[in-house]
């Protein structure tokens, strides 16, 4: 016993400032990126934030479906559908948003920045992965640019600097444009996998940004390479049930999908976004619903006038009354009735899909011709044809004719259908601005005044507050 | 083990032998008094007996040479040879070096008139007073200066303790817990069981605290357990049999008030009424939803101590059992204990001793707090209508969200918490240590001890596929946590020409603690027999987990404390920490301190004070740290992750969202000046304190551009400060055959953050919940910690909708009006204690207070101003709401679109005064009637929380959502499982 007593302080001296050393068992940061596969998973963790449901899986959807002309928000989200900007809870949810769309430009930075330092990685993997990151981190940017304006524009040169003043709108368009016009052709004709990038990916982002800032010619080019390719057609169907073969919840990928975000039907990776949708009661979401939004088939001009026929109009929504009446409508285009809890559907996010591109090229072929052409008109017709049950591809009886349309009345008709193909994406009121429009058509749909600070969000106070060289008056966008 | 026994059986067999003599008498003390707990031993024997109430005793001896020996403590001990004598009475005198007992400091103890520190006791009386789950809760009330607050009422619930204040934004402020010398690693010494703890010992100030360094920043908390003493064998027994109840029922709408008041929605939001006028006569009161959920539930506790020992070997063993179920049905805490402390001396130079206790708590959970809209148990109890029952004719639940198209979607019928959904967590916790002490000559002590801290942890819940849209769930998950301590210490005591003594402390120590956790879970099964038992079999199985984490210290420490002629008093200590936590470089820190007292008592001048007993005066001062970091957060760690693509999960890894950077300890300096005086002849105590702490190099979250990726990092910067004022009075007012005996204590702190980051605020996490999504809490320069910050309401507009006051003067009311609202720091908190005894009775009243804090009321914010979800209400809503004829309502108009933010009308004055506990006792004379084998067993009736008085409006004001150690989220309520009152019968009998 008494050895006992003199060997446990000799133990312990020998142990001693070794044991102050720390010993993770983890990544460390310093030695990664340094092969193919720890690469492509830095890669991968661009993805999550985007998907998350803070983010496009669920918040930026949910708040973009209640400013649209067909539908309202309701309980948080009735506050957006007065147009007059965003209160205090919404702006902590787009304070959120903001906070994932620069988490994945940061994560894209640094494959940008670590992948072509790797130690055991292939030249053509670099270029693949590199890629990958500049296509994503252009996306993530052109979701910030739209909903905020010009935002501080983080690229590897700057990516540790804490403090950027805000850039100009034109800047962030030259970032995404530089990084889109670099990698479209150094992504893979087909991807790898269904949520990766494709070539056509890229050009279908390219297409919309160059849309959005009215360079039609551009845009045009773009779509129809991405339709000359031929690798996308539209799926056929015949009654409105045939919608769940494109968007339903066990679908893994069609020859629409051009770039979607992908969810599985797990606790925590699923979609988050048809949760906002139901009605506990409609049994069309295996965790309840938050019906957030609604519309209504009498007071909503859009909705009221859309016909029937379309089988669009019955496949997204149904009748139920939340107690605003017997005419509310819910949206149940995306539904999961064995989801796994709030975030568990199984339904994707189309965030490009064929249809997106065949109703921007008819609009922008249309502008470039100043006038409809067969070529546009087909475009449409072909969108149009399938919501109706017919062949895409073949002449149909509900087909519009050239002779019908001015140039004006065939973009109201094309921006019309792409508000019915688009319903609950989260699209519609990007593309209602993006038109200058907006006062106008919101004004004659739901008979609300947009007003001017709606038109931006905030830039969150965790920027403001932190970003040394902001102004918080001068830097902070109209209204707010 | 079996030598254990051994020893055991040895003494307790000891004690019966030969009888020839049996002496009896009574020992008084000075004032010619009985004094009661006297220990009598044969010397020479292990034969011994007590004192009664009375102080009589009587005892067997073998023989007319057999000497007595009678010790008590603060008495000089007095021996008798009892000859020819059968009645030997004795008169004890007051031993003036030992009158003040002996208290626990770190890494030693200390005579209470030596202390140079500020200390706090509670004794095992107080500690044992009544039945509680958390030794924690007995501590509320007792020692000025020490808040403790549950987190909720639920058992089993986690007790958050402020000792001075907050210190740290980043760490816990949870002071550390030192259990018979064992820093132990959890927030909450849960392992024990409140009749097995001798005393516990609040450090508070820094010249007590700075020996533990880097952990001594919140105050340290002294735990020290039963040891048995030599002499009889002491068999103590207390059982006891509590019945709670919900202290009040919120008062809610009937159905025919919610109907109308449904319809009064429906009427001003332009819809079509609710329900007829003759659906609304038929409804009358409707269903009580609070009486569905909660009970009357038992709560019991047994205990067994056994401790007794010879002058060579002491020991005491105990075994208890704690059993609570909660007032919401379902919910519950239990714990089996036992326990075994043993002194052994191998020789006169050489001693062992060894504790341990093991324990089994099991906590059964029901859904628990939090959510909104009737989502979670408490708020669907709260919001569930009236008009509705819990079953459909058919047997089966309600489906509360589909019942009304109109209500509520997230409305749960809380049958399906209650019934269908299992959250438990068993334990098996470990603590042991042993010592072996080396006194090679007189004064010094070598003393090496090892300790093992351990704790194995398993939660299993399960929804049934009966939950609503369930399709069965479940989880499992274990935690391993072991800490390894050892301790080598040297202390060397001298006295040097009568007048100069010292005692001198030197040691090394090591610590570390490994976590490492294993969970899996699973979602659709085929039926509910298999429970938890067979994850694989789910339809989905969910992704593993594991989780490793190890942190070691390493430390030297040393400390002087010397006294000149009793009269001058110092104290100077010294401790180095090294941590691992901390980026090399700055693993080190250095913890110093000095104290000084000076007991005028002593001094001629005021010697002969008639009235003054003693009186002394302190100041000290001190550095202590905190260890406000977790393990690795230095290091540039990747986090993984996981993303769909195609239909499967693929791994991703990336930095997290806090940038690492390199950071040192936070340090905390406090001074303290106290004063000690005890007057005619220790009747009255008086204890007062003042101190200041400042904390620098404050560990602190900065917050960063959120574009940059990282949202924050930690750095030492910032400062925070608490200073206050402490008072604690203790005295008998009577002391003859009627005693009355009071104590009262009263703690005063003032909390300001002194310095941020480049000034910025802080923020709290945001509160979300759902009509309301925002930061609640703020740190701000000038401000105490954790304040409200929010929007300040200006009446309402001409629709009846709240106003908000535009605090800039920017034509918006946005985030930049928002101030502070509310502070949920109390102004003081405060106990009281009396305890009368009259002949075989005693009346015990204790009780406890808070005054000065706002408690934010988050689950008023849906339970009084969300409208459009049908969720029933407080009958207030109903009475006072805003209509063109009552401008001036309580509420505003009852309409689906009326907003609200987070703002003053939510902040409630939290401030309560309780009659915490209040118990009358009485001592069953045995002696009378000649049963000498009992020594004393009193039966009694108390209760607890039984008068609260507070303008609270919701269930209970002791209540702390979002508490935890590093939470800066203070002084919320938010659908929270409420406080119980508890009517207790027990009996505590000592053989």
Redesign the interface.
């Known amino acids: 016993m008494k050895k006992l007593l003199f060997l446990v302080p000799l133990i312990i001296l020998v142990s001693c400032e070794d044991a102050l050393i720390e010993k993770p068992k983890s990544l460390a940061v310093e030695t990664f990126y340094n092969t193919a596969m720890e690469v492509e998973s830095a890669v991968n963790a661009i993805y999550g934030p985007l998907r998350s449901d803070v983010c496009l899986g669920g918040l930026y959807p949910a708040q973009m479906e209640a400013y649209v002309d067909y539908a309202y928000g309701r309980g948080s989200y009735g506050i957006l559908s007065e147009f007059q900007g965003l209160d205090p809870t919404n702006i902590t949810r787009t304070g959120q948003m903001w906070d994932q769309f620069y988490l994945s430009i940061r994560n894209a930075n640094l494959v940008i920045a670590n992948a072509p330092k790797g130690s055991k990685i292939s030249q053509e993997d670099i270029t693949k992965y590199v890629a990958e990151a500049r296509f994503l981190r252009a996306l993530a940017y052109f979701y910030l640019v739209r909903n905020y304006g010009g935002v501080m524009l983080r690229t590897v040169d700057n990516m540790t600097e804490q403090s950027l003043p805000r850039s100009t709108e034109e800047a962030v368009y030259e970032l995404i444009l530089d990084d889109l016009t670099a990698i479209e052709n150094e992504l893979p004709d087909t991807p790898s996998i269904a949520g990766r990038p494709s070539k056509w990916a890229a050009k279908s982002l390219l297409a919309d940004v160059y849309f959005y800032r009215a360079q039609y010619a551009e845009a045009r080019e773009k779509a129809l390479e991405v339709i000359q390719s031929g690798n996308y057609s539209l799926v056929q169907v015949t009654v409105p049930e045939d919608f769940e073969k494109i968007v339903g919840p066990d679908v893994v990928v069609t020859t629409e999908e051009i770039f979607f975000l992908k969810y599985t039907r797990q606790a925590g990776y699923g979609f988050q976004l048809p949760m906002f949708a139901h009605h506990p009661g409609s049994g069309l979401h295996g965790a309840g619903g938050y019906y957030a939004h609604y519309t209504d088939s009498q007071s909503n001009p859009v909705f009221k006038e859309w016909n029937n026929n379309d089988l669009r109009k019955s496949y997204n929504w149904y009748n139920y009354n939340i107690g605003l009446g017997a005419n509310s409508y819910l949206c149940k285009k995306f539904s999961d009735s064995e989801a796994i809890g709030a975030s568990g559907a199984g339904n994707d996010n189309p965030l490009y899909k064929y249809s997106d591109i065949l109703l921007l090229y008819a609009e922008a072929d249309t502008r470039v011709s100043n006038g409809p052409t067969a070529d546009g008109l087909e475009k449409l017709n072909m969108v149009h044809r399938r919501a109706y049950g017919n062949n895409p591809t073949q002449p149909s009886a509900i087909d519009f004719k050239l002779g019908d349309y001015n140039m004006q009345t065939f973009l109201d008709l094309v921006l019309k259908e792409r508000g019915y193909e688009t319903q609950y994406e989260g699209k519609r009121w990007l593309d209602l601005k993006r038109t200058g429009r907006v006062k106008e058509i919101i004004k004659a749909a739901v008979g609300k005044d947009v007003a001017d600070k709606h038109l931006l969000w905030p830039i969150p106070l965790s920027e403001l507050n932190f970003n040394t060289v902001l102004d918080p008056v001068r830097d902070q966008n109209p209204g707010y | 083990m079996q030598r254990l026994l051994l020893i055991i059986g040895l003494f307790i067999g000891g004690t019966t032998f030969a009888q020839d003599i049996v002496v009896s008498g009574s020992v008084t003390g000075a004032e010619n008094d009985g004094l009661p707990g006297v220990s009598i031993l044969v010397a020479g024997s292990t034969a011994g007996t007590t004192t009664d109430s009375e102080g009589r005793y009587s005892i067997r001896v073998p023989s007319s040479a057999a000497v007595l020996i009678f010790s008590y403590i603060g008495y000089v001990t007095n021996r008798e040879t009892v000859g020819t004598r059968t009645k030997i009475d004795v008169v004890l005198e007051i031993d003036t070096k030992s009158l003040e007992e002996v208290v626990v400091v770190g890494y030693g103890t200390v005579r209470k008139s030596d202390l140079t520190g500020s200390l706090s006791q509670v004794k095992a009386k107080e500690i044992n007073a009544f039945p509680a789950t958390n030794v924690l809760q007995a501590m509320s009330g007792r020692a000025p200066g020490v808040q403790v607050v549950q987190n909720t009422g639920a058992p089993g619930g986690a007790v958050s303790v402020r000792i001075r204040g907050t210190n740290s934004v980043q760490g816990s402020n949870e002071p550390l817990y030192v259990v018979d010398g064992f820093p132990i690693s959890g927030s909450n010494p849960t392992i024990l069981n409140n009749s097995d703890i001798e005393s516990i010992e609040i450090l508070k100030d820094a010249s007590a605290t700075a020996i533990y360094g880097s952990r001594g920043a919140n105050g340290v908390v002294m735990i020290t357990t039963k040891r048995g003493k030599s002499g009889r064998t002491n068999v103590d027994f207390e059982t006891s049999y509590g019945i709670q109840t919900l202290r009040k029922k919120l008062d809610l709408m009937n159905a025919g008030e919610y109907a109308e008041f449904y319809n009064l929605q429906a009427a001003n939001d332009g819809?079509?009424p609710?329900f007829t006028p003759g659906e609304i006569e038929g409804l009358g009161e409707g269903f009580d939803w609070q009486s569905l959920i909660f009970q009357k539930a038992p709560m019991k506790t047994h205990n067994l101590t056994v401790s007794g020992g010879n002058e060579k070997t002491q020991f005491s063993v105990s075994a208890s059992i704690f059993d609570q179920d909660g007032i919401v049905i379902g919910s519950g805490y239990n714990r089996y204990s036992l326990r075994a402390n043993i002194n052994h001396d191998i020789s006169k130079k050489?001693s062992?001793s060894y504790g341990a206790t093991l324990s089994r708590p099991r906590i059964q959970r029901r859904d628990n707090g939090g959510g909104n809209r009737g989502g979670s148990m408490i708020s669907s109890i709260l919001s569930a209508p009236p008009t509705l029952t819990p079953y459909n004719e058919d047997g089966t639940y309600r489906?509360l969200?589909?019942a009304?198209?109109?209500?509520s979607?997230?409305l749960i019928n809380p049958l399906n918490h209650i019934n269908e959904q299992t959250n438990e967590t068993v334990s098996n916790k470990v603590l042991a240590n042993a010592a072996?002490t080396?006194k090679p000559f007189d004064g010094l002590a070598?003393r090496?001890s090892?300790g093992i801290e351990s704790s194995d942890d398993r939660t299993d819940s399960y929804t049934t596929l009966n939950f609503?849209?369930s399709?069965g769930?479940a989880s499992a998950s274990v935690s391993q946590a072991i800490g390894l301590l050892?301790e080598?210490t040297i202390t060397y005591s001298k006295t040097l020409a009568d007048d100069h003594s010292f005692t001198l402390l030197g040691g090394?120590t090591?610590q570390?603690y490994i976590t490492k956790s294993l969970s899996g879970?699973g979602?659709?099964y085929l039926s509910d027999a298999q429970e938890t038992a067979n994850l694989a079999s789910a339809d989905?199985p969910?992704i593993p987990g594991t989780f490793?984490?190890?942190w070691?210290l390493?430390s030297y420490l040393g400390r002087l404390n010397y006294s000149f002629k009793n009269k001058y008093l110092l104290t100077a200590s010294f401790r180095a920490d090294?941590?691992?936590?901390y980026s090399?470089g700055t693993?080190w820190g250095f913890f110093p301190s000095g104290a000084f007292a000076w007991r005028l008592s002593e001094e001629d001048f005021i010697k002969d004070l008639p009235f003054l007993s003693d009186l002394k005066l302190r100041i000290g001062w001190g550095a202590t740290g905190s260890q406000a970091i977790d393990?690795?957060a230095t290091?540039?760690?990747?986090n993984?992750?996981?993303?769909?693509?195609?239909?499967?999960?693929?791994?991703?890894?990336?930095?997290g969202?806090r940038l690492p950077g390199n950071l040192k300890w936070e340090t905390t300096q406090q001074t303290d000046i106290g004063l000690d005086a005890s007057f005619f002849r220790n009747r009255l105590h008086i204890t007062a304190d003042y101190y200041i702490k400042n904390t620098k190099d404050l560990l602190n979250t900065v917050?960063?551009?959120?574009?940059?990726?990282?949202?924050n990092t930690i750095r030492n910067v910032g400062a925070i400060q608490n200073k206050g004022f402490e008072l604690a009075v203790n005295t008998t007012v009577f002391d003859k055959a009627f005693k009355w005996d009071i104590g009262a204590n009263i703690g005063f702190n003032r909390n300001k953050v002194v310095k941020l980051y480049?000034g910025?605020?802080i923020l709290g996490t945001?509160i979300?919940i759902?009509?309301?999504?925002?930061?609640l809490n703020i740190l701000r320069e000038g401000d105490p910690l954790g304040s409200f910050f929010g929007y300040t309401e200006k009446g309402y507009d001409e629709n009846g909708k709240i106003q908000y006051v535009d605090t800039n003067d920017d034509g918006?009311i946005?985030?930049?009006d928002k101030t502070i609202i509310g502070n949920p720091n109390p102004d003081f908190i405060y106990g009281f204690n009396s305890t009368m005894s009259f002949k075989n009775f005693e009346l015990n009243v204790f009780l406890q207070g808070s005054e000065g804090n706002d408690i934010f009321n988050l689950s008023s914010v849906n339970q009084t101003l969300d409208y459009?979800?049908?969720l029933n209400m407080p009958r207030e809503v109903y009475l006072d709401n805003w209509t063109p004829a009552n401008p001036n309502a309580k509420y505003p108009v009852i309409s689906?679109?009326t907003?609200t933010?987070?703002s003053d009308r939510f902040v409630e004055d939290g401030s309560y005064l309780r009659l915490k506990n209040i118990q009358l006792g009485y001592n069953i004379p045995f002696q009378n009637w000649n049963i000498n084998w009992i020594r004393n067993v009193q039966v009694y009736a108390s209760a607890q929380n039984l008068l609260t008085f507070t303008k609270y409006s919701w269930w209970d004001p002791e209540i702390n959502s979002y508490g935890s150690g590093n939470s800066i989220r203070q002084g919320i309520d938010h659908y929270s499982y409420p406080t119980a009152k508890t009517v207790t019968f027990g009996i505590r009998a000592n053989f």
């Open positions: 819809l079509a609710r050489l062992v489906n969200a589909t009304y198209p109109w209500g979607n997230v072996m080396f070598i090496v090892g609503l849209n399709r769930s050892s080598n090394f090591y570390d879970s979602v659709g989905v969910g490793y984490s190890k070691a390493l090294g941590a691992s936590k090399a693993q393990a690795y290091l540039n760690q990747l993984s992750g996981k993303i769909v693509l195609g239909d499967a999960l693929f791994t991703s890894f990336s930095p969202v917050s960063l551009p959120s574009s940059l990726g990282f949202t480049d910025k605020d945001a979300n759902t009509v309301v999504n925002d930061v918006a946005n985030q930049l459009g979800f049908g689906r679109t907003a933010f987070i």
